[in-house]
């Protein structure tokens, strides 16, 4: 039971995310990532901690299914193993939540807790709060399809203010096949310090907000950063005082007096707020998710897939009959790639799939936009013409190595295009209803098909990179060395 100090306004404490229009989700079988822990009495901290393959990548691990049974460590969102933390009243932005104990630098603090609301819902009921002139904003971004919004219901990180230089920071974690929010300490923060994240708003327009953190690098604005803040804002100019940030009106949405008993301040907060003015304004802010200092991919913004370790593609799909130098860059996928179950598990969640760019192009800016036989496409990378490139070398054994690995590397892209044409409705599914996995199958055909591609191209860079050092090449107005009679065969240059 959480005990709130008299004058918080009210709202009903959750230490459960309740989901408004759809259930919660129900984790099948084959998509619950086991690890590979093992409890050691004489290492308990081996039992999931840090090395365990769901930490590295954000997932708790599943009651009845961890090896480590109840010593699993990895259980933090669901066992609401929060850090002592205490509502306290600022100067000037309302009601904060202070450290109530040391807390170490990437400690877990508290689930961000809510109602799980879809995109249109945030956005109607943020203007509803306006309109009822709920001062403060309680609605974060979840992925690009849900938010939670905890100002009605929702644990005490609702308290938690924003600072431009923030000891906290926001990760999202697969919990039970949900994604969840939770805050943790950026840094060492010691009892009694004010906890603070950069809510990095998705700015809907409205009023300006000040921003009263006092940081150093201040931006001066809640959610300043965000582009509807600056589209919102577009006629500001060097020079132009109508918007000076004095001129925007300070906001407490504390209606009492502040409290006498100021607590330590973070490096970022300053004391000297005045507290008056009543702007008006309703945002939806967007929890700036950071990655787990372990792995990028925890993080909003998920490397790519094509940034996996080179060594990691897999041989098993194209047999290219390489030289032995090519074959010292391939290695057995499974061996080399001892994430891929993790990594599959990634793809089959809900942000993971889009930053994993599952799909041969860019990730679609509307969703269940569906185009018949679009076809596949591969932007942003300039591809290497094989046959052109070949032309270059003088030996005929360069020509034909070079065109080989053109042609696997032909085979693999044309098997890539198939594979995504096939798997479409999938992806389709997923991006119309991101509570839909994309199947292990589906995930796993994907990424073998790019890997090998990746492989093919590795193969055919390799060729020419060697080739263009050892063997000579052709000098301007020489023919071609070799006869034959097929496509694949050197004309000599014309002009
Ligand atoms: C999630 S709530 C935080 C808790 C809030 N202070 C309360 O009393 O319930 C977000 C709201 O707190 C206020 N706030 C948070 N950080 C602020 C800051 N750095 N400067 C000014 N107001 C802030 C704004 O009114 C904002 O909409």
Redesign the pocket.
């Known amino acids: 039971m959480v005990q709130l100090p008299e004058g918080v ?1 009210l709202f009903i404490h959750i230490n459960q995310n309740e989901f408004s229009g759809r259930k919660h989700k129900k984790q099948k079988e084959e998509d619950i990532a086991v690890c590979e822990c093992k409890y050691d009495a004489n290492d308990p901290d081996c039992a999931c901690g840090d090395r365990c393959l769901n930490v590295l990548t954000s997932t708790e691990c599943t009651p009845g299914y961890c090896p480590c049974n109840d010593y699993c460590k990895n259980q933090r969102f669901q066992k609401c193993e929060y850090a002592k933390t205490q509502l306290f009243k ?1 100067e ?5 939540l202070l450290a109530d104990e040391n807390i170490k630098a990437g400690q877990f603090i508290i689930e961000y807790c809510g109602e799980v609301i879809s995109s249109e819902e945030a956005q109607r009921r943020s203007q509803t709060y306006e309109s009822q002139g709920l ?4 609605i974060i971004s979840l992925n690009a399809n849900y938010f939670i919004d905890a100002t009605k219901k929702g644990s005490c990180a ?6 431009c230089q923030p000891n906290c920071e926001t990760r999202k974690w697969t919990v039970l096949g949900e994604i969840r929010v939770g805050i943790f300490a950026k840094q060492d923060i010691s009892v009694g310090t004010e906890l603070a994240y950069d809510y990095n708003f998705e700015w809907y327009g409205g009023a300006n ?5 006092g940081a150093d690098n201040c931006s001066k604005f ?1 959610g300043a950063k965000s582009s509807g803040f600056l589209e919102h804002n577009h006629v500001w100019e060097d020079g132009d005082d109508r918007y000076t940030v004095e001129k925007i009106p300070l ?1 407490d ?2 209606e009492d007096e502040p409290s006498l008993k100021l607590p330590k301040s973070s490096s970022s907060f300053k004391s000297e707020f005045i507290a008056s003015g009543n702007g008006d304004y309703s ?1 939806i802010m967007d929890a700036s998710v950071q990655s787990e200092p372990q792995l990028e991919s925890t993080a909003l913004v998920i490397e790519p897939l094509y940034s996996v370790p080179v060594e990691g593609v897999s041989t098993s799909t194209v047999k290219t009959d390489a030289s032995e130098e090519t074959n010292v860059y391939s290695q057995d996928a499974q061996q080399a790639f001892p994430h891929k179950d993790a990594m599959i598990s990634r793809i089959q969640s809900n942000s993971a799939c889009r930053n994993f760019h599952i799909g041969s192009g860019s990730v679609p800016k509307k969703r269940s936009q569906h185009i018949p036989n679009r076809k596949a496409k591969h932007p942003g990378r300039k591809q290497v013409d094989g046959k052109h490139v070949a032309q270059l070398f003088a030996s005929k054994e360069a020509q034909e190595e070079v065109m080989k690995y053109e042609e696997i590397k032909n085979q693999a892209t044309t098997k890539l295009d198939s594979i995504y044409n096939e798997i479409r409705p999938a992806i389709e599914e997923h991006e119309r209803d991101s509570q839909d996995s994309v199947p292990t199958s589906v995930a796993e055909k994907w990424i073998e098909a790019n890997c090998s591609k990746m492989k093919a191209e590795f193969d055919l860079y390799f060729s020419i990179v060697k080739n263009a050092l050892c063997t000579p090449q052709r000098q301007s107005g020489e023919t071609k060395p070799s006869g034959g009679d097929n496509e694949n065969e050197i004309k000599p240059e014309t002009n």
Do not use: E
Not at 158 to 163: G, L, Q, T
């Open positions: 306004p600022t000037g932005r309302g009601w904060g001062k403060d904003a309680y609702r308290f938690i203010n924003h600072s907000v000040r921003c009263l953190c809640l906001y949405s504390a945002v």
